[in-house]
């Protein structure tokens, strides 16, 4: 039986549906915008647009608490699950003129189905915004520990694959399918990447030709 809602959060976390202690609501990061009137929510259904109608990015998750799924998210990244959602949305409704925000805010209850309210345009685009420079300042935290020797080629390798398996399970939230080949050459990929990026710092932080902690021999520059 498919996993739907909470549940897929419950099991990728590792958390007991019968145990779960909910956390205290955190500060959100945006301002919601104030109710509609009741009277408009017939013609409000009635207006949805045929490409949100049909967006089904979040469809895995469909009974989701916006609880559950930030809980996840600041649990294992820096944002939180208003931004993620969002950010996925703005890329997902950008046209040759720029992100559809308004159309992104007025229908976001129906686009992922954890958000409850609607948001003006200036919400959508300060959440975009802190998604942005939390992708940047992990970004700097993460390269900055890969280039420092803080971790052995070993460790930095253990350290991808927890990351990546973070990564790839929102991928799939999303809807985006991998198969097994797929994923392996990813990691594979990803390894090869970091390991040439912690070797070349390597480069950087030694005068010496010959790296004193791995042996490894680099090229002398002419400086």
């Known amino acids: 039986m498919a996993e739907t809602g909470d549940t897929l959060f419950r099991r990728r976390a590792g958390v007991s549906p019968m145990t779960e202690t909910p956390d205290s609501e955190p500060t959100p990061a945006v301002e919601r915008v104030a109710d509609e009137d009741p009277e408009q929510?017939?013609?409000?259904?009635?207006?949805?647009p045929d490409d949100v109608a049909a967006y089904t990015?979040?469809?895995?998750?469909d009974g989701a608490t916006y609880d559950r799924a930030n809980e996840f998210l600041r649990d294992r990244t820096y944002i939180t699950a208003r931004e993620w959602a969002i950010a996925r949305l703005c890329a997902d409704f950008r046209t040759e003129t720029g992100v559809e925000m308004t159309k992104i805010g007025e229908n976001l209850p129906e686009?992922?189905?954890?958000?409850?309210?609607?948001?003006s345009p200036q919400a959508v685009n300060q959440a975009r915004a802190s998604f942005e420079e939390k992708v940047q300042t992990a970004g700097a935290t993460f390269l900055y520990g890969a280039m420092s020797e803080f971790f052995t080629a070993e460790e930095l390798d253990d350290l991808m694959y927890e990351v990546t398996?973070?990564?790839?399970?929102?991928?799939?939230v999303e809807g985006?399918?991998?198969?097994?080949?797929?994923e392996l050459d990813a990691e594979d990929r990803i390894s090869e990447v970091m390991r040439?990026?912690?070797?070349?710092?390597?480069?950087?932080?030694?005068?010496e030709v010959t790296c004193p902690e791995c042996g490894?021999?680099?090229?002398?520059d002419g400086g």
Not at 111 to 119: E, G, N, R
Not at 165 to 172: H, I, M, P, R
Not at 216 to 220: G, P, Q, R, T
């Open 41 to 48: 929510s017939v013609d409000d259904t009635e207006a949805v």
């Open 57 to 61: 990015r979040f469809s895995k998750i």
């Open 111 to 119: 686009l992922v189905p954890f958000m409850t309210d609607t948001y």
């Open 165 to 172: 398996e973070v990564a790839k399970f929102l991928l799939e």
């Open 176 to 182: 985006v399918e991998l198969t097994v080949a797929e």
């Open 196 to 207: 040439e990026v912690r070797d070349s710092s390597v480069g950087l932080r030694h005068d």
């Open 216 to 220: 490894h021999v680099h090229e002398a």
